[in-house]
């Protein structure tokens, strides 16, 4: 079992940045691929960025050039950061963990609660 909580949301202007955070606790950490998924209102959660339990990432393609995803082992968490934000980042983002470094939500056994982002003037 690994609990996930996230932080770190909030309000930021278009073109500002945004770090957030996911603490994770209970199982090993270190053995579970990590990941951020978004969810904005109306539409599916959708992918946006992961690190393998090795330290690889990989990205969706919306976040190539602008999001960056690390973790550090030695506090069990791992950080989303987000900048040139755009109001179509608006969104509750969740962390999740699995065993498996896929794209899609289904793969991920543990998720936090999310943290709403709101990219707004």
């Known amino acids: 079992q690994v609990q996930l909580v996230e932080s770190g949301g909030g309000l930021v202007q278009p073109g500002g940045s945004l770090r957030l955070s996911c603490a994770a606790s209970g199982d090993t950490f270190s053995s579970y691929d990590m990941a951020w998924f978004r969810q904005a209102p109306g539409k599916e959660r959708e992918f946006v960025v992961g690190v393998t339990w090795s330290g690889s990432e990989y990205y969706a393609d919306s976040a190539k050039g602008r999001f960056s995803i690390s973790r550090d082992y030695t506090k069990g968490t791992v950080y989303l950061q987000m900048d040139s934000l755009k109001a179509e980042d608006t969104a509750v983002y969740y962390c999740?963990?699995?065993?498996?470094?896929?794209?899609?939500?289904?793969?991920?056994?543990?998720w936090g609660q999310g943290t709403q982002v709101t990219v707004s003037s």
């Open positions: 999740a963990a699995g065993t498996v470094a896929a794209k899609t939500p289904q793969e991920y056994d543990y």
